[in-house]
Nanobody, 115 residues
């Protein structure tokens, strides 16, 4: 069982920055692919960025060049640095940890970008 706790969301003006953190319990964090998803009202949850146990990253096209995902295996934490935020980035952001057989979700953190 893995528990994920997100933090760092909030209200920011367009063009601003936020850094989301996701702290994971458990001793095998380093083996999980970690991801950040977002879900806006009335829309499906979609993958924003992911990072494998080997450090390979993947990004949603609309955030490339603005968002950076990273992980610190010593701290069991994954981060999402979000720069040049846009109103369309407004959503609840969820942390996800997965292997090929199982996945876990955090409770989500709200990000609101005002124009």
């Amino acid at each position: 069982q893995v528990q994920l706790v997100e933090s760092g969301g909030g209200l920011v003006q367009a063009g601003g920055s936020l850094r989301l953190s996701c702290a994971a319990s458990g001793s095998i964090f380093r083996l999980y692919t970690m991801g950040w998803y977002h879900q806006a009202p009335g829309k499906q949850r979609e993958l924003v960025a992911s990072i494998t146990s080997g450090g390979i990253t993947n990004y949603l096209d609309s955030v490339k060049g603005r968002f950076t995902i990273s992980r610190d295996n010593a701290k069991n934490t994954v981060y999402l640095q979000m720069n040049n935020l846009k109103p369309e980035d407004t959503a609840v952001y969820y942390c996800n940890a997965r292997t090929t057989v199982i996945g876990y979700w955090g409770q989500g953190t709200q990000v609101t970008v005002s124009s």
